[in-house]
């Protein structure tokens, strides 16, 4: 999306009543001004393509510098919540410890059923495979990510999707995830942790131009 009145053609969609989940930000188009470094144009899209025109190859470097800072920051916070088994020093015993991540649909999700049958095709972009159990209330399944061989477990209700992955996971497979039931399934979804959705939010400064 380009243009003057881009600002204001988000905040219309975004703001009617339902229909917020049905866009996505695909590109945003960053103008950025220095008085010392000069001025470049910046434009990145959801895959992480990133094209610049302008006078400033420093601002340039600074952009793709925040980005990876931002993944990295959004990654490892996964890695934070992912559940394993700490031992004890002294007895030999251990404790449970992490967190599942759990996913807010900005409206129910219409059919259970046929996301999951989606999610656990193999298919891009997903690449999930499980043997899942959904209905109209409740689905569950032990899955695995083809592109990384790690196992998670997901959980979903109409309202929200539940995510558990384990030691030694990825953080991008939730990365990815959420990325794509941005795109495909609800772009108004949020994370229930705070930390979370906050890297997950797109900053006012870059507001799509």
């Given amino acids: ?18 229909h917020g989940h049905a866009f996505s930000i695909d590109r945003i188009t960053i103008p950025i001004a220095d008085d010392d470094f000069g001025f470049v144009n910046h434009a990145v899209n959801r895959r992480a393509h990133f094209v610049a025109r302008g006078d400033s190859f420093a601002l340039h470097q600074q952009v793709i ?3 990876i ?12 919540r992912t559940t394993r088994f700490v031992a004890l020093a002294d007895d030999g015993g251990g404790t449970l410890q992490g967190t599942p991540i759990e996913i807010s649909f900005s409206r129910p999700l219409p059919s259970i059923e046929t996301l999951f ?43 929200f999707l539940r995510v558990q992955v384990y030691d030694g ?36 400064a870059l507001q799509p131009a």
């Fill in 1 to 18: 999306m380009c243009g003057h009145h881009a600002d204001e053609f988000l905040e219309t969609v975004t703001g009617a009543d339902g």
């Fill in 65 to 67: 510098a925040d980005v």
């Fill in 69 to 80: 800072a931002r993944y990295r920051a959004f990654v490892e916070a996964v890695e934070a």
């Fill in 117 to 159: 049958e989606e999610l656990f095709s193999s298919r891009e972009p997903f690449r999930l495979w499980g043997l899942y159990q959904a209905d109209e209330r409740y689905g569950e399944c032990d899955a695995v990510d083809l592109h990384v061989g790690a196992s998670l477990r997901i959980e979903a209700q109409s309202e």
């Fill in 169 to 204: 996971a990825c953080g991008n497979t939730v990365a990815r995830l959420v990325s794509n039931l941005q795109h495909r399934v609800d772009g108004a979804l949020s994370l229930v942790d705070p930390e979370l959705d906050a890297l997950l939010t797109l900053d006012p």
